[in-house]
């Protein structure tokens, strides 16, 4: 056999490996069992607060539902991004077309793991990127709470997507990149306990650095610009900047910062819009005490000028 | 609070001006009822302290300025006016009727609001909170933040 047909060959076999070797580096990480015994046994009153926190209805409930009807966790948003649409699925108790069948283990992987039952990659549209940073027990809370909202049955329709992000295969990769446990600021001994709450509310459950952080061209957040704002990832316009940077919020006071997620009113008497508005009204939902440690962490992190770019000015 | 009835008065005057340029008009209309929420928010919060009179008359010159929009709305939003120096998403003119709805919606709660004459702070706290979601309920669909 001729050098060059070999090496061929070779480099044949070589590729298959890498390929072949690839694809179970990518295959979905379920977690181990240590965390799994942390989840707990689950406190449904308390898995309320987590419900609220990580915005769960904002996504999940029927579009345009309103009052008890957000809690029918039918799914069926569409979600307009550069890589297709996606579809929250039904995450109602529903045992066929909801999650009323999976175990408290299938909920803690699916969110701290973004892997489904069936063991496939989730997309980050469900925003695990955050919720990974969750405690264990505060997810059996959660599965607490969702056992006691109502099955509704009816499938969300599938999620529209183009080559290659229709492949899940591929989204190993991309959570070796950007799927970690860690907080994305760090602070030093000795820091307040509410923004350390508010830390944790905010990059984990809370999960507002998905649409108020830019994200690169392979859609992962950057870090470097943590809450500075950012074109919309989903629909049109801008999602502000609420670090304390240029074009951010400098001027509004913790007080501020709390009292605009009560009641939606920002300290010059604008109101909440957009998508901003399910999470406000999430956010009332909370406690006081858990939107001043908000209010306390967004003023302690580092300040950027504005994440998107300067809108042009209308030529007159 | 004699301050707040001047300024209220003051803005029904400059928000009475004639429909010339719709974007300015309707953003004057908005600005004018933030200033009069704010004013009702800080008795919401006790900040203020509870005068039923001066209440009453901040919730009349929110209804009178949620007549104006409702009376204007076609001369306030012409098609067209989705672009230059407004947030105004492009669907209102999509869908108008449900637009019409919303902004119906709040003016129907502003004059609640009055009919009712809350008698304390708590019962103006009721009323403000349904106003303040009617703003949200709009706010969510039909602006888009464009930086």
């Keep these: 056999m001729p050098l060059q047909k070999k090496l061929v060959g070779a480099a044949l076999v070589l590729g298959g490996v890498v390929a072949i070797a690839g694809w179970f ?45 957000r809690l029918q966790l039918v799914g069926g948003l569409e979600l307009k991004t550069p890589f297709g649409t996606f579809v929250p699925p039904n995450i109602s108790q529903d045992a066929k077309d909801g999650i009323g069948a999976w175990s408290v283990d299938d909920l803690a992987n699916a969110m701290l793991k973004g892997v489904s039952p069936s063991g496939e990659h989730l997309y980050p549209a469900f925003p695990y990127t955050s919720y990974a940073r969750m405690k264990p027990a505060d997810i059996a809370d959660l599965y607490a709470f969702l056992k006691t909202l109502p099955a509704v049955a009816g499938k969300a329709p599938a999620n529209s997507l183009g080559f290659p992000f229709n492949v899940r295969r591929g989204l190993g990769l991309w959570k070796l990149l950007y799927l970690s446990e860690q907080p994305v600021v760090s602070f030093p001994d000795g820091t307040p306990d509410p923004v350390l709450a508010g830390r944790y509310l905010v990059e984990g459950p809370g999960h507002c650095g998905e649409c108020h952080t830019p994200r690169d061209f392979t859609g992962g957040t950057k870090k470097s610009q943590w809450l500075a704002g950012a074109a919309a990832a989903e629909g049109s316009g801008i999602v502000p900047n609420i670090t304390s940077g240029e074009g951010g919020i400098a001027d509004w006071s913790e007080a501020d910062i709390a009292n605009y997620l009560e009641t939606g009113f920002t300290p010059d008497f604008d109101s909440v819009g957009g998508a901003m508005v399910d999470v406000q009204r999430n956010m009332a939902a909370l406690t006081p005490e858990d939107r001043a440690a908000i209010a306390a962490y967004l003023k302690a992190v580092p300040p950027h000028p504005n994440g998107y770019p300067a809108r042009k000015k209308p030529a007159s | ?105 709040y003016l129907s709660d502003v004059k609640a609001a009055v009919a009712a004459a809350p008698a304390d702070a708590d019962a103006l706290k009721a009323q403000f909170n349904t106003i303040g979601g009617d703003c949200g309920t709009c706010h969510k669909g039909y602006r888009v933040k464009k930086g």
Excluded at chain 2, 46 to 70: C, R
Excluded at chain 2, 76 to 104: Q, R
């Design chain 1, 25 to 69: 580096l990518l295959a979905p990480a379920r977690l181990d069992a240590a965390t799994l015994a942390q989840l707990g046994p689950g406190d449904a009153a308390k898995g309320k607060r987590i419900f609220y926190a990580g915005g769960c209805t904002s996504c999940h409930a029927k579009p345009g539902s309103q009052g008890d009807a």
């Design chain 2, 1 to 105: 609070m004699r301050k707040l009835i001047l300024a209220i008065s003051m803005l029904a005057f400059a928000g009475s001006a004639a429909f010339a340029e719709p974007v300015a008009d309707r953003q004057a209309l908005m600005k004018e009822r933030g200033k009069i929420a704010a004013g009702l928010s800080k008795v919401v919060k006790g900040e203020t302290p509870y005068d039923a009179a001066s209440v009453l008359t901040a919730l009349q010159a929110l209804q009178a300025n949620a007549e104006k929009f409702h009376a204007g709305v076609d001369t306030l939003f012409p098609a067209g006016s989705d672009t230059g120096d407004t947030a105004a998403s492009p669907k209102i003119w999509e869908d108008m009727a449900g637009f019409k709805t919303a902004e119906g919606k």
